[in-house]
């Protein structure tokens, strides 16, 4: 009972990451066509970002503010830099682009930072323990799972409460006729990646207050399990991304701790499987609708 | 508009037609299927790039403009199928028409089927319904010119009178102009001021509806008797 209680809390904790980097994906994806695979290089800048603010002593409040926004700012420099100019070119284009992006950044971290990963000096408190009962729980992993929470509420009331947001919902439906409406699409489309932007920022502080450490390719096996929850969840579908995202977290928590010793090096291949049975059940994800941002 | 050229790729939609629709009329634009009508109004609005001639709208050259440039200058198109946003309520379909809030009210009690529906998804609506709705969403910008592509398309027929009797009404009441493309060619001819009748993507004749009557233009190039 007690692993299983610890599971379910590594797994809220992981799932929160995955849901948060699958949000970000899966709103550029219903607005553009496009699967973002510089999305995570996008997360990787959060970790920079906090290890270098860290190591100048900026207070921790203040490194939870800017991470996102960086990030957030990062992800509209990345629109205007490397996908608004190729407005209307093809899917394929636009996913080659992707790559180009994620791996010139790498390159970037690499040349201009390190190959090796940096630590990040996180604040003492990210080690507390809080005690419910006879478990102790870290207190970090709280804070993800409720940080999770009330962003995706945050972002659910800014969908259907702005003005905006009501226009990248109908982005997501008809891009064309959304122009007909006299709306700016650049502006929605930029919007979106802020938004992706934001929330990898999010996941990338909760997943480095964790692990505590950065390096030029952190975000590449994170982002490719967020495109798994993206897929799983059903292409358009925001609630769709969040659940694949938590059930992804849990399988993988799931068969970390139950595989025997010699097997736990495959957990991966075992979490795979699932999902390969989940969509041969249902090729459309878990709450994939034909069409449209729900 | 003048010499306007458009194409799909390697296809040419729009041959060098020329066209006017003047304050307060409404002009009818016939054809079979593939003539080139939609094509038209998408090169208008700036949805199908002009490859060549002129659109010229309230004196301004609105000719390569994006689209929502030219949809804020006082031009709005209802498009073929209503391609409403289906999840989004019938209340979010119509702010993201624009408009304030007199306009919204004013459209909601010649539309008072929508007032019942604001907070339910478009989807859900009837045909009928839907298109009240495409329309209402065109005309919260208050245009001066609406392209209405095949609005009964797809509607019984009882629903078809109500739209064409709409279409009548909106110029007066709305004080706006109609292009109107339409399969249904007795009824387009019986409400316009005048029709282009186009083939090829290229216009072929052009008149009154009387005037296109007179010269056996619903047998030469609609088909119809």
């Known amino acids: 009972m007690h692993e299983l209680v610890q599971n379910v809390i590594n797994g809220l904790s992981l799932g929160s990451t995955y849901a948060l980097l699958a949000l970000g994906l899966a709103l550029v994806f219903s607005i553009m066509g496009l699967i973002n695979f510089a999305h995570g290089e996008l997360f990787t800048i959060g970790g920079y970002t906090m290890w270098w603010l860290f190591d100048r002593g900026v207070p921790w409040p203040l490194v939870v503010v800017l991470t996102p926004l960086v990030c957030g700012v990062a992800a509209m420099l990345m ?45 003492g408190w990210v080690n507390d323990t809080v005690h419910v009962g006879s478990y102790t729980i870290a207190s970090v992993k709280l804070v993800t799972t409720a940080v999770t929470l ?73 982002v490719i399990n967020a495109f798994i929850a993206v897929i799983l969840g059903g292409l358009g579908s925001l609630p769709g991304a969040v659940v694949a995202g938590f059930v992804l977290g849990f399988a993988e928590v799931l068969f970390e701790s139950r595989l025997p010793g010699s097997a736990t090096a495959f957990s991966n291949a075992f979490v795979l499987l699932v999902i390969i049975g989940l969509l041969l059940v249902r090729p459309q994800g878990l709450l994939g609708r034909p069409a449209g941002l729900t | 508009m ?12 729009v041959r060098g037609v020329d066209l006017d629709v003047c304050r307060g009329e409404i002009v009818a634009l016939l054809g079979a299927n593939g003539a080139g009508k939609t094509s038209t109004l998408q090169a208008i609005v700036g949805l199908l790039p002009a490859r060549r001639g002129l659109v010229e709208f309230a004196g301004e050259d609105v000719s390569g403009l994006p689209a929502e440039k030219i949809v804020r200058r006082g031009i709005a198109l209802t498009p073929e199928g209503r391609r409403l946003f289906a999840t989004l309520t019938v209340a979010e379909n119509l702010a993201l028409g624009g408009g304030d809030e007199a306009t919204r009210e004013r459209l909601l009690e010649r ?45 019984a027929p009882k629903l078809i009178a109500s739209v064409f009797d709409l279409i009548a009404r909106l110029r007066e009441e709305e004080r706006v102009s109609i292009l109107l493309v339409e399969q249904n060619v007795h009824r387009a001819l019986d409400v316009c001021d005048r029709a ?28 119809v008797a």
């Open chain 2, 111 to 155: 539309f008072p089927v929508l007032r019942e529906r604001l907070d339910q998804p478009a989807g859900s609506l009837s045909g009928g319904e839907q298109q009240q709705l495409a329309i209402a969403r065109s005309l919260m910008s208050r245009p001066m010119l609406l392209l209405l592509d095949e609005p009964t398309l797809g509607l």
């Open chain 2, 196 to 223: 282009y009748v186009m083939r090829t993507g290229s216009v072929e004749a052009q008149g009154t509806p009387e005037e296109l009557r007179g010269a056996g233009v619903e047998r030469a190039y609609l088909g």
């Open chain 1, 150 to 222: 009330v962003a995706l509420v945050a972002l659910t009331l800014f969908l259907r409460r702005t003005r905006l947001g009501v226009s990248m919902r109908a982005a997501a439906e008809d891009f064309e006729v959304l122009r007909l409406m006299g709306v700016n699409a650049n502006r929605v489309v930029l919007f979106a990646f802020a938004v992706s932007g934001v929330l990898a920022g999010l996941a990338a502080l909760l997943f480095f207050a964790t692990t505590a450490a950065v390096d030029p390719t952190t975000g590449t096996p994170l």
């Open chain 1, 79 to 123: 629109e205007r830099a490397a996908f608004r100019p190729l407005r209307g070119a093809t899917l394929v284009t636009l996913l080659i682009t992707s790559f180009a992006v994620s791996y010139f950044l790498q390159t970037v971290f690499q040349i201009g930072i390190s190959a090796a990963p940096e630590g990040i000096e996180l604040p």
């Open chain 2, 2 to 13: 003048r010499g306007l050229e458009a194409r799909y790729g390697p296809i040419a939609a």
